[in-house]
């Protein structure tokens, strides 16, 4: 069932789940974009009750933590052992209204990609899950964006990574994170299954960049990272040209809108030069200025080099 962008009414709600009083066979259900609040969920708990075989469930873009969001915390008694994919995506939840999610994953054992970004839950809300993500192996996925996290929250991050969790795919854009990049770098040699890392527009300056560098040394899975929109300056610059030099495993990094010396973008495009995986590397240079993308076919590349 997919019902979005329909800004449905109260009535809708309640005729939908009436409608499906025996939703045995239900696997997706998809109602973002609806301007549905915390009492409409009410109205869906006894449909998603009877969905035993649900795997997707999609309440981006709603209201779920307006009016205090309270009843919220019936969702914490589904249990719903199919579900695979949840996106709670831009729905004003707070970190005290998250902890009803942390009950989800304790009965849905098989949730591979959770999507709670554009929130409001912070470095509070982001503890209270820790404990449910540091120890889970089926999630693979995780989009933390627009969450207000701040350094203690990046602390709570590299607890994460170093647990026994797969997570591949880390999306922490557009937070404040600032020094608790640290951390995070730190925890990077640990987090074996990490393939992807977003911290575009998260306020990395160059100390923080150092520690991220050197764990990205550290670590054999990453393939794609993406810095764009921080303070990365010279230091910062100079450590990921020394990183990227001996990282064969990188295939994509993006550092465009930084503070990165042009003499400093120069040295990063010939460390990059070195690595015959990179396929999209997003700095300031033109591919007639790049070393690394002047060399390469444009049949078997697709060159970006952004830094600025």
């Not at 010396?261 to 015959?276: D, F, G, Y």
């Amino acid at each position: 069932i997919k019902i979005s962008g329909c800004y449905l009414e109260k009535p809708a709600t309640a005729v939908i789940a009436q409608s499906l009083a025996q939703p045995k066979t239900l696997k997706i259900l998809d109602l973002q974009k609806n301007d549905m609040d915390s009492k409409d969920i009410e109205l869906l708990i006894p449909l998603l009750k009877q969905s035993p075989q649900l795997r997707e469930l999609n309440l981006s873009n709603n209201l779920l933590g307006g009016c205090e969001g309270e009843s919220l915390k019936a969702l914490s008694s589904l249990n719903l052992p199919a579900l695979k994919i949840i996106n709670l995506a831009t729905n004003m939840i707070s970190g005290e209204q998250i902890t009803w999610l942390g009950d989800i994953l304790k009965t849905s054992k098989e949730i591979d990609e959770i999507n709670i970004g554009e929130n409001c839950i912070g470095d509070k809300g982001l503890s209270l899950l820790a404990e449910h993500l540091i120890g889970s192996t089926s999630i693979r996925k995780l989009d933390l964006r627009s969450n207000y996290i701040g350094p203690e929250g990046g602390e709570t991050i590299a607890k994460i990574l170093m647990g026994k969790n797969k997570i591949e795919e880390l999306v922490l854009n557009s937070n404040l994170i600032g020094k608790g990049t640290i951390a995070i770098g730190k925890a990077l040699p640990a987090a074996r299954f990490l393939k992807v890392l977003l911290l575009n527009d998260c306020r990395i300056k160059d100390k923080a960049c150092v520690a991220l560098a050197e764990g990205l040394g550290k670590n054999l899975s990453i393939f794609k990272i993406t810095l764009e929109s921080n303070n990365i300056g010279e230091e910062g610059g100079r450590a990921l040209a020394k990183t990227l030099s001996a990282n064969i495993f990188l295939e994509s990094i993006n550092l465009l809108n930084n503070s990165i010396p042009r003499s400093v973008q120069e040295e990063i495009s010939t460390s990059l030069k070195k690595n015959a995986h990179l396929v999209d590397a997003d700095l300031l240079l033109e591919r007639s200025e790049c070393p690394i993308m002047q060399e390469r076919p444009k049949k078997q590349y697709t060159p970006h080099l952004h830094i600025m």
